[in-house]
Nanobody, 117 residues
Framework: QVQLVESGGGLVQPGGSLRLSCAAS????????LGWFRQAPEKQRELVAV???????TYADSVKGRFTISRDNAKNTVYLQMNRAEPEDTAVYYC???????????WGQGTQVTVSS
């Protein structure tokens, strides 16, 4: 069992920065992969970025070069640093955890990010 608690969402201006945090508790083996998805109104949930415990990362093309995912394995926490935010980044951001890419995952409750002037 894994519990995920997200924080850091809010309102940010276009071009601004925001950092999301997700603290995981429970089975360490189930947090081999920590990542972020997002879902805009009337849109499907999409992958934003994922990070493996060993250090590998991957990003959606839409955020590559602007967002950075990082992990603090001692705290079992994953972060999403959002830079040069765009209105298209507006969505509910969900933290996810899983042992492998194809394994059943755990999800946080989501945190709203709004990019608007």
């Amino acid at each position: 069992q894994v519990q995920l608690v997200e924080s850091g969402g809010g309102l940010v201006q276009p071009g601004g920065s925001l950092r999301l945090s997700c603290a995981a508790s429970g089975s360490i083996s189930s947090t081999n992969i920590l990542g972020w998805f997002r879902q805009a109104p009337e849109k499907q949930r999409e992958l934003v970025a994922v990070a493996w415990r060993a250090g590998g990362t991957t990003y959606a093309d839409s955020v590559k070069g602007r967002f950075t995912i990082s992990r603090d394995n001692a705290k079992n926490t994953v972060y999403l640093q959002m830079n040069r935010a765009e209105p298209e980044d507006t969505a509910v951001y969900y933290c996810t955890a899983r042992s492998t890419w194809s394994a059943d995952g755990y999800w946080g409750q989501g945190t709203q990010v709004t990019v608007s002037s």
